[in-house]
């Protein structure tokens, strides 16, 4: 029995691979640890120079020494970038080639790659995997507010989030985009409804802009004097706060054919030259002073107008004003009604006696048509004054009837006579009215001159009566 080799490896829990494997022992001088440097021999140093002595550790396999040769001195190890550091428990050796457990290719562990047991793999991402970024909530919450059309809150939101996610490197800036989309469209929604409901009837009246002409009428500014026409359903709009209707379009008929109005005449503005509207209850003041000569011009006998039929004023709105209408139109109209025929007097028909009552009186109609508005005690000195028109109206009429150079009708003489009588006393009366400066006094002048006023109104049916003129008994419908 040969003696065990102390340096052959021992089977045991710390060399497992040598019990399972049994081999050769390897002398001393043929084994080469990489780990450290190898110490010289004591005997026979040769120098490290020696082609001989070198060990190559580029080869596999190192053959042995002879027995009878002096152990070569090995040259320093070349350092070893993979080997353990320094002080570290020497690493044991791999199994031999061929032997169980041997994983390595021939030649021994100092062949396998490097790089396989460093910390770089190569194709994988070099870093540390990130954790997913947050949704920021003021994104979501911009996003719901906006599809339920809570448009102010939802831009306020997406204004917040975006900010927050610049800052904050989170997810959600497509839902921030949105809710701010949808925001900035609702709010403009809001605003541009609100102010269509606000100045959306004062846009449409400064502008004139018509509604949609309705089949075969002519806007109303077309109309000329003697022309009648009729009121077309959506050819005007009514003020829902009371005030005057705005008449766009009217389709023009003749008079032989039943219609609601007819025209008289039109007069222009006198601030027709000025580039600011004067305004609505200016105009209308002033429509009614231009439209009442020419009113009464057209039908000089106004007791021949169908009851119904009333004095209208088309006057121009603010946007009207802005295109160039300076003119007022002047008619008659009955809103509710149709009538044929026209109110048109034809002087050419009238005889010398019937034109001269019918100017006589035009005067008077003129001057009472005229009365103040409101009471007398909050209005005193304008009734004061309309009593002084009105002495002087009757004043006119009497003078006129008992013209000498009149030629009435026998039968009417004294019908005429009568009634100029009644038109003196009524002109005292008023001008006693028009020296009153006491409110409550000047009230009961005024209701005493009406009364003489009222007594002249049967001695004008009998006047008319005579003359052959109409006494306010006509039918309904006048004749062409």
């Known amino acids: 029995m040969s003696k065990p080799d102390p340096d052959a490896p021992v089977p045991g829990p710390e060399n497992p691979a040598a019990a399972e494997n049994p081999v050769a022992p390897v002398a001393p001088a043929d084994r080469v640890d990489l780990g450290k440097e190898a110490a010289p021999p004591a005997e026979s140093p040769q120098p490290a120079d020696t082609p001989a002595d070198r060990v190559d550790l580029a080869k596999t396999d190192v053959p042995a020494a002879p027995a009878d040769a002096a152990p070569p001195a090995a040259a320093p190890a070349p350092a070893d970038p993979w080997a ?25 562990w100092a062949s396998v790659p490097p790089a396989a ?52 490197a989170e997810r959600g800036m497509g839902m ?77 008929v003749p008079c032989s054919a039943p219609h609601h109005g007819e025209v008289a005449g039109t007069a222009r503005t ?24 020419v009113l009464d011009d057209y039908a000089l006998d106004q007791w021949a107008i169908p009851d119904g039929m009333d ?61 103040p508005k409101g009471e007398v005690a909050t209005a005193g000195s304008e009734y004061a004054t309309w009593a002084g028109r009105m002495a002087a109206a009757s004043r006119a009429e009497a003078e006129q009837l008992s013209r000498t150079t009149t030629s009435w009708p026998d039968a009417a003489k004294p019908k005429v006579a009568a009634l100029a009588a009644a038109q003196r006393d009524a002109a005292t009366a008023w001008e006693s009215a028009a020296r009153t400066t006491d409110p409550t006094a000047l009230e009961g002048e005024i209701r005493r001159a009406k009364l003489l006023t009222a007594k002249t109104t049967p001695l004008s049916v009998d006047a008319r009566r005579e003359l052959g003129l109409s006494t306010g008994e006509q039918v309904p419908d006048l004749r062409v």
């Open 84 to 108: 353990a550091p320094a002080g570290a428990p020497p690493l044991a050796p791999p199994p031999p080639v061929g032997a169980a457990g041997a994983t390595g290719p021939a030649g021994g």
């Open 117 to 168: 047991h460093s910390g770089f793999q190569p194709g994988y991402p070099y870093g540390y995997p990130q954790p997913p970024k947050q949704v920021n909530g003021f994104a979501i919450g911009a996003l719901v507010t906006g599809l339920v059309c809570a448009w102010p809150v939802a831009l306020v939101l997406s204004i917040v989030a975006m900010v927050q996610i610049r800052k904050r």
């Open 176 to 252: 921030a985009v949105t809710g701010l989309v949808f925001g900035v469209f609702g709010v403009m929604v809001t605003v541009f409804g609100v102010l269509g409901a606000v100045l959306g009837p004062v846009d449409r009246a400064d502008s004139g802009a018509p509604p949609k002409a309705p089949a075969g009428s002519v806007r109303w500014s077309a109309l000329k004097s003697g022309d009648c026409y009729s009121s077309p359903d959506g050819g005007s709009r009514v003020d829902p706060e009371g005030g005057d209707e705005t008449v766009y379009w009217v389709r023009k």
């Open 270 to 293: 006198p601030a027709g030259d000025s580039r600011t509207y004067p305004g609505e209850s200016a105009i209308r003041e002033r429509a009614a002073e231009l439209c009442r000569p």
């Open 311 to 371: 004095e209208i004023y088309l006057y121009p709105t603010a946007g009207n004003w802005k295109y160039g209408e300076r003119y007022i139109t002047c008619a008659f109209e009955d809103r509710d009604a149709e009538h044929v025929g026209t109110v048109r007097t034809d002087r050419g028909s009238l005889t010398s006696a019937q034109l001269a009552y019918l100017e006589a009186v035009r005067g008077f109609n003129t001057a009472y048509a005229n009365q």
